[in-house]
């Protein structure tokens, strides 16, 4: 059980840090004003002087304008407070911000803190298993700078650096070739070895495209760099037309699974070789390598020349294939002549985890359904304070047609679905909605409006990739049984939280909350004090999700 009164505004002119609340404590008051400095953080080759500090030290809690301090190992990724990418705001933790930005593992080990300027507009970055926050202000910020020590590389490991799992998914069409075709498997070996394979490292397997596609090998077959090597110089030219939609599509639904070598929370990764253009249409195909969590890069070599674009299914083949039409998943080369240089942009984009926005995460991964008590208990303000907790939790998740997804319930005696997991694949479409709600009052049947959540809001998305959540929030005595209901939404593969405000009993709480109980049950005296919760039910999906994940 968590909870309690909420602390203190931040000063004017500060900002308001989102997620402020329990497990951050309240802000100190320092004293300081809005020019203070902020926190910058590199690597430190282990100073003499390190000062050993917690998980959870923030940048404004160090003094000094420079300072060596000392990470502890296994600190838990989801409850960093992390605010900006590069540059954070002072109030992050600064073992978060040394992880989020590469310069320590989640071993630990020793940081250096500078001191900088405080900044505006701090963006929210998923890096290295942290998700940092958005922050539109603050007085004092993060700028994580310096080199990382050279890592002297052990051969069978690998580059732990660079964990994926990848299919090179290459052009065996009459398009490219027997000659060029060649061509292509030298320019994949030199990528394969610049990986840095490894037993801790990349796996990597290939398919062939052409008139169907074919799985030469898989993740599991080897682990060394000169095994794949021996393997793809052994491929055989297959020709046929280029079916290369057709091969993506394969690849993403079969080829990534366990027992094929798939490794669990590794980023998959599909590398499509394309000499030309493809014989058939790739949109499909993406679609579904993105439902299944696969990153999709498309490597195109030898644009087709202006007459042959009329032979072109869809121009714009490439933008509906990848991952993201932002451009870094789409890579050119003029030729297949001439591209040692290639290789090396290549490989720092695969090894960029952070770039993979297509990995399946607790943040892209989810259904969210908002049960809310609308009874006359609650009253008009009090009910928008409810509202901007929703808000507030809906906010840090990333919502769209193939990611996580948001409903929301409003009971009293009655039911109202506000809007379903289908009804707004944007996040901002789902804001709106969340703020146009309008407050019903009326009784409290907490346990009707459970199954009736169950049955129409959850039932339609049961079978689908998405793990479902159900924050429950209401603030009295529930005239009906919670307990038979919340079990059977369990049952359902629903994982329940129970949020009470006021006079809402401990024990309906617990009943509705699903195992470990304490961890999924949380109540705070007053409707002010939601706000503290939002980083612990954002945490508690995550670790949930990572849980179902092992």
């Known amino acids: 059980m968590r909870g309690g009164a909420a602390g203190p505004a931040p000063r004017e002119g500060c900002g308001t840090a989102p997620g402020h609340g329990a497990g951050l404590g309240t802000l100190p008051d320092t004293g300081e004003s809005a020019g203070v400095t902020s926190v910058s953080v590199e690597g430190s080759a282990g100073s003499k002087t390190s000062t050993a500090i917690t998980c959870f030290t923030r940048g404004l809690d160090l003094r000094k304008g420079t300072e060596d301090v000392l990470c502890p190992a296994n600190c838990p990724l989801w409850q960093f407070y992390v605010f900006g990418d590069g540059v954070y705001a002072s109030l992050s933790s600064v073992c978060g911000a040394a992880i989020h930005s590469g310069v320590i593992t989640n071993t630990g080990g020793a940081v250096r803190v500078q001191t900088l300027p405080g900044q505006d507009n701090y963006p929210a970055v998923n890096a290295n298993g942290i998700q940092s926050q958005v922050l539109s202000r603050w007085a004092s910020s993060f700028s994580v700078t310096g080199k990382r020590p050279k890592k002297t590389v052990d051969k069978k490991a690998g580059n732990k650096d660079c964990k994926a799992d990848i299919a090179f998914l290459i052009d065996g069409s009459y398009n490219i070739g027997q000659r060029r075709f060649n061509l292509q498997k030298n320019f994949v070996g030199k990528v394969a070895v610049m990986l840095g394979i490894g037993t801790e490292g990349p796996h990597v397997g290939v398919v062939q495209a052409s008139e169907h596609p074919k799985i030469e090998f898989y993740l599991k077959n080897f682990t060394a760099a000169k095994e794949v090597l021996f393997a793809i110089k052994e491929l055989g030219f297959r020709g046929g037309n280029s079916n290369t939609g057709k091969a993506l599509k394969y690849t993403a639904q079969k080829f990534f699974s366990l027992e094929n070598g798939a490794r669990k929370g590794i980023p998959k990764i599909i590398v499509v070789f394309l000499d030309g253009w493809p014989s058939d249409d790739l949109e499909e195909a993406g679609i579904v390598a993105r439902e299944f969590g696969v990153n999709v890069f498309i490597v195109s070599v030898a644009k087709p020349t202006t007459e042959e674009l009329g032979m072109v299914q869809d121009i714009?083949?490439?933008?509906?294939?990848?991952?993201?039409?932002?451009?870094?998943?789409?890579?050119?080369?003029?030729?297949?002549?001439?591209?040692?240089?290639?290789?090396?942009?290549?490989?720092?984009?695969?090894?960029?985890?952070?770039?993979?926005?297509?990995?399946?995460?607790?943040?892209?991964?989810?259904?969210?359904?908002?049960?809310?008590?609308?009874?006359?208990?609650?009253?008009?303000?009090?009910?928008?304070?409810?509202?901007?907790?929703?808000?507030?939790?809906?906010?840090?998740?990333?919502?769209?047609?193939?990611?996580?997804?948001?409903?929301?319930?409003?009971?009293?005696?009655?039911?109202?679905?506000?809007?379903?997991?289908?009804?707004?694949?944007?996040?901002?479409?789902?804001?709106?909605?969340?703020?146009?709600?309008?407050?019903?009052?009326?009784?409290?049947?907490?346990?009707?409006?459970?199954?009736?959540?169950?049955?129409?809001?959850?039932?339609?998305?049961?079978?689908?990739?998405?793990?479902?959540?159900?924050?429950?929030?209401?603030?009295?005595?529930?005239?009906?049984?919670?307990?038979?209901?919340?079990?059977?939404?369990?049952?359902?593969?629903?994982?329940?939280?129970?949020?009470?405000?006021?006079?809402?009993?401990?024990d309906d709480l617990k009943d509705m909350a699903s195992e470990p109980r304490e961890s999924h049950t949380f109540f705070t005296r007053e409707f002010t004090g939601l706000e503290q919760m939002v980083p612990d039910i954002i945490r508690g999906i995550c670790r949930d999700f990572l849980d179902s994940k092992q």
């Open 316 to 506: 714009g083949f490439v933008d509906k294939a990848v991952c993201r039409n932002n451009g870094f998943f789409s890579y050119q080369m003029p030729t297949w002549f001439g591209t040692t240089k290639y290789v090396k942009p290549l490989v720092q984009k695969l090894c960029s985890h952070e770039q993979m926005l297509c990995s399946k995460t607790c943040y892209n991964s989810v259904n969210i359904g908002f049960l809310i008590d609308g009874s006359s208990s609650v009253g008009e303000s009090n009910f928008r304070l409810v509202l901007e907790f929703v808000s507030n939790v809906a906010k840090a998740f990333e919502i769209s047609d193939i990611g996580s997804k948001v409903a929301a319930v409003q009971f009293t005696y009655d039911q109202r679905t506000e809007f379903s997991f289908t009804d707004h694949i944007t996040k901002d479409k789902v804001l709106s909605a969340i703020r146009n709600i309008r407050y019903m009052s009326g009784g409290t049947a907490t346990g009707d409006a459970i199954s009736f959540t169950t049955r129409n809001v959850f039932g339609p998305v049961k079978d689908g990739p998405n793990k479902n959540f159900l924050v429950v929030l209401t603030d009295g005595q529930s005239y009906d049984d919670v307990r038979g209901p919340a079990a059977a939404a369990q049952k359902a593969g629903i994982t329940v939280f129970s949020v009470g405000v006021a006079w809402a009993p401990l």
